[in-house]
């Protein structure tokens, strides 16, 4: 949880801005008395992303390399774009986020979560909400949701002015750095170490980058990342060499 400090940008909440126009769209689509998962439909209203805070606090976690400024990102966000966050386009924009994401396009940590409160996009959101409202057999992949346009600052795409080294630090370090468990198979890919990686290694990575969204030995993993060709292909040149 990066989003420790209040108002917990992304975390369903009645008590703020954001998380209630977040819980606005969930009951779209839920009403008032449909269950979420094991969460009873009257628990849902009552959550409260502090307490996760705290839990997190309280077990040692309160120092974080990546803290999401909600306060501040989201009052910079507003000021770009004031019907946020209840109506997320036009996109926001946040100098304060725009340094954060930079530490993770830098390899330093996980991928900064997006400026706005809402990552979807509300033409794609309202379609799947009346396809989720007739029930079931669905008839379409109701995930289908996501702001195309935000994508990579989202953290789904790269940051499309990237080199091919710059992409597999942006979109593979994150799993294959020496600062993880040294003792799996995923450790002998490691993106931090790349000038000390054998032939045969760079070449097993160019074969997962090549593989098809289909399989999961697809690398980058699909559900993290989804890249086009040209990104796959500066990438496989930068390990060609
Ligand atoms: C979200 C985490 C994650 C990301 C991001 C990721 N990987 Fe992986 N990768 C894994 C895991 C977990 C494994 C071990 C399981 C397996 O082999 O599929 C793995 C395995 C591999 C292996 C095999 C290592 C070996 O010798 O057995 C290679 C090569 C690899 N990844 C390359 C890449 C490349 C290149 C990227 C970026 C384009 C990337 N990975 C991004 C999680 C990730």
Request: glycine share 6%; proline share 8%.
């Amino acid at each position: 949880m990066q989003e420790l400090e209040a108002p917990h940008t992304h975390w369903f909440s009645s008590t703020t801005e954001g998380g209630s126009a977040l819980l606005a769209d969930f009951h779209a689509a839920h009403g008032t008395a449909e269950p979420y998962g094991p969460i009873p439909a009257a628990m849902i209203d009552h959550s409260d992303p502090g307490l996760m805070a705290d839990f997190i606090t309280a077990a040692g976690f309160a120092e974080q390399p990546n803290v999401f400024h909600s306060a501040t990102i989201e009052a910079e966000v507003k000021a770009i774009a004031p019907a946020q966050p209840a109506s997320n386009v036009p996109k926001g924009w946040s100098t304060t986020w725009a340094d954060l994401y930079q530490g993770s396009v830098d390899g330093q940590f996980i991928p900064a979560p997006y400026h706005d409160v809402k990552i979807t996009d509300p033409t794609k959101l309202a379609h799947m909400t009346s396809v989720y409202r007739a029930g079931s057999p669905l008839t379409e992949d109701i995930r289908d949701v996501f702001l195309d346009d935000g994508l990579w600052e989202m953290g789904f795409a790269p940051l499309p002015t990237l080199d091919g080294h710059q992409l597999l630090v942006q979109q593979c370090q994150q799993c294959h750095n020496a600062r993880l468990d040294p003792t799996i198979t995923r450790d002998h890919f490691l993106v931090d170490q790349l000038d000390q990686m054998t032939r045969d290694e760079k070449d097993l990575a160019i074969q997962r980058i090549q593989l098809g969204v289909d399989t999961r030995l697809s690398m980058p993993p699909p559900l993290f990342r989804s890249l086009d060709d040209r990104e796959r292909q500066l990438m496989i040149d930068e390990l060609r060499r």
